[in-house]
């Protein structure tokens, strides 16, 4: 039996890797998004601001929605969201006052798991664009 060249069996053994990584649960490269399986859930998370929290000492950025930033936060050429950030964060926390569930859908490019998160029934991210207190951005996400 005639040996494989070396790079054939790099190019092999790259292709297997690749193709078993969604079955291992492993997350992957898209874009600025990486995919993550895992569910989250935590009681009365901290949240931070109108679109973030932190669960579990891990920071989640609600999917496609933008919230107005904290003062100092928005930095110079960015297209920050008008509004009152700290009723934005304050109707966030009024909500999540109980146990919360996410469904990450990737990471952004600080790190931040993306995720839907829901408290008592209640698509977090829908119910601050309904409020008024975010707009959809980012990520088509579909409200009822």
Known sequence: MRAM???????AAFLVACLSLPALGVAQSGGDRQRVSRAIECHTPNVTDG???????QRIRLLGIDAPEMPGSCRPGRRCVQGDPYAA???LISLTRTTVR?????????GRTLARCTANGI??????????????????IRCR
Do not use: F, Q
């Open 5 to 11: 060249p070396k790079r054939t069996l790099a190019i």
């Open 51 to 57: 679109d973030s929290l932190r669960c579990n000492d």
């Open 89 to 91: 964060r304050d109707y």
């Open 102 to 110: 996410c469904t990450p859908e990737g990471r952004d490019r600080y």
């Open 123 to 140: 698509d977090l991210s829908c119910a601050m664009i309904r409020s008024g207190h975010a707009v959809r951005r980012y990520a088509d």
